[in-house]
């Protein structure tokens, strides 16, 4: 049974550019949820998804957007990236009652 | 303000001796609550959950916690320390129908 996969594993953008990140949640689970983690910190809340919807979000600009499927899978999109924007970006998934399954993370880097 | 305190920055402990991890929360109710561990690089494992019911909660990898209503605490120990368990640990808080918030992370090293 597959975990949460994450694509891509790294990514190098330069300032200014647009990224997507890709989630693929665990069978069963029905909520995504992201995180930034800033070298040396721990995760911080980005957004939640379910049935399509965002559902909760954290202390993020709008330049964080996402989006869920049908199929319950997400995307994650920054646009105007900035050197801060550089840290691991965690998918997490689950479903009522359970703890959040998290994928291994993209590691993106803005130059 | 609703939050996850991990007082610990770094700990070392010798192999073989036993560890406590500490974490406090600040929520009005009980939240549901977490540890997870993360290797470098990595994402991020469950290594155990507590929802409700006893306070005494058994994990993977040989590690328990223990809830503590009184002192809004749920620290996460270990009996005798093995090398492998070298990581960041996060305790984790979720008040129910709401997100997942972590503390800042306690770093382990395990000496020989």
């Known amino acids: 049974d597959a975990g949460v996969t994450q694509s891509p594993t790294h990514l190098i953008k330069t300032r200014g550019q647009q990224v997507t990140l890709r989630c693929s949640p665990k069978?069963?689970?029905?909520?995504v949820s992201w995180y930034q983690q800033a070298l040396g910190q721990g995760p911080q809340f980005i957004f939640q998804?379910?049935?399509?919807?965002?559902?909760q979000r954290g202390n993020f600009p709008d330049r964080f957007s996402g989006h869920q499927f049908p199929n319950y899978s997400s995307e994650l999109n920054v646009n105007a990236l900035l050197l801060g924007d550089s840290a691991l970006y965690l998918c997490a998934s689950s479903r009522p009652r359970s703890g959040y399954t998290f994928g291994s993370g993209t590691r993106l880097t803005v130059v | 303000a609703q939050s996850v305190t991990q007082p610990d920055i770094h700990i070392t402990v010798s192999e073989g001796a036993s560890l406590e991890l500490r974490c406090n929360y600040s929520?009005?109710?009980?939240?549901?609550l977490f540890w997870y561990v993360q290797s470098p690089g990595q994402g991020l494992q469950l290594l155990l959950k507590y929802f409700s019911g006893d306070t005494l909660v058994q994990g993977i990898k040989g590690f328990e916690a223990e809830f503590k209503r009184s002192q809004s605490s749920f620290n996460l120990r270990k009996p005798s320390v093995h090398w492998s368990d070298a990581a960041e640990y996060f305790c984790?808080?979720?008040?129910?129908?709401?997100?997942?918030?972590f503390g800042a992370g306690t770093i382990l090293r395990v000496k020989s």
């Open positions: 069978s069963g689970h029905d909520t």
């Open positions: 998804y379910y049935e399509e919807e965002e559902r």
């Open positions: 929520y009005g109710a009980t939240p549901y």
């Open positions: 984790a808080a979720r008040p129910p129908r709401n997100k997942l918030v």
